[in-house]
């Protein structure tokens, strides 16, 4: 088996036809292996999907990003899995940067996301208070909750958004994999928060910096169905991990510590 062979994407489609052709184009995932599980879409996805050289699982309902990211796994046998939308153009040397990075240091490694122009996305966050999520749902600047990665940078940060993620599959296991609890958001926080809470860390590597298209609904004005979906997912959130609601207890004060060095990076080559 080629190292090209352990490690596999795995990108969950929903109606993401025209995403598929605009960011996968071209196979820009190189040699690896693309695990494209569609959550029932009513578009061409699976069409697209398989013409662009992905390995498809085509489920008979929508059961959400959590479990079909589950499923996505279950359908590969590689040791490192790359979680990634629809809407993120990957590259070889990012997704070899990656696997080497969740093999090195453990837990969860994201690149450094990107708008078309180059610009840096906060893909990155701080402890996910309900302050600082409701001041960057009214599009308040928070440098507290947002974190960035300049080149030659592994920053680390408490949770990175699950729209491009690296980590090994056992890291993975030990987790328990992706709380399909959440049908959609709030998920990518759920496993920072227990990456770090079993001593694993996340990080982001600002020397892989992959474009993102980022079309979440509840950003673009009101979707009666995506608001009951981040409502339900805050309320399951915030049950599961209380010490973001209140911050009391250890918990609270380990993540703090990580939450409070807002510029803690590592030598790349060390």
């Not at 071209?26 to 879409?41: A, E, L």
């Not at 701080?126 to 302050?131: H, I, V």
């Amino acid at each position: 088996m080629t190292s090209s062979d352990r490690v596999g994407l795995i990108t969950v489609s929903y109606n993401s036809a025209r995403d598929l052709e605009r960011f996968w184009a071209g196979r820009p995932f190189g040699p690896y292996r693309w695990t494209v599980v569609d959550n029932h879409s009513s578009d061409d996805s699976r069409r697209v999907a398989r013409r662009l050289g992905a390995q498809v699982v085509a489920l008979g309902s929508n059961r959400g990003f959590s479990a079909a990211n589950n499923v996505g796994v279950a359908a590969t046998d590689c040791d490192v899995l790359i979680f990634c939308n629809p809407d993120v153009t990957v590259t070889p040397d990012g997704v070899a940067a990656l696997a080497d990075g969740a093999r090195r240091h453990g837990g969860l490694v994201a690149p450094q996301l990107v708008n078309a122009d180059g610009s840096p996305q906060e893909n990155g966050r701080g402890l996910p208070f309900p302050t600082r999520k409701l001041r960057h749902l009214l599009r308040r600047s928070d440098p507290a909750y947002l974190r960035f990665a300049r080149p030659g940078e592994l920053v680390e940060v408490v949770w990175a958004m699950g729209a491009a993620l690296a980590v090994t599959r056992s890291d993975l296991a030990a987790l328990g994999g992706w709380d399909d609890g959440f049908f959609v958001y709030y998920e990518d926080s759920d496993l920072g928060l227990r990456a770090w809470r079993y001593g694993m860390g996340v990080r982001l590597d600002g020397d892989v910096r992959w474009r993102h298209g980022w079309g979440r609904e509840t950003a673009r004005g009101f979707s009666a169905t995506a608001w009951r979906h981040e409502l339900a997912s805050a309320a399951r959130f915030y049950r599961k991990h209380p010490h973001c609601l209140v911050p009391v207890g250890p918990r609270a004060r380990a993540l703090g510590r990580v939450d409070a060095v807002r510029t803690r990076s590592e030598a790349r080559h060390a």
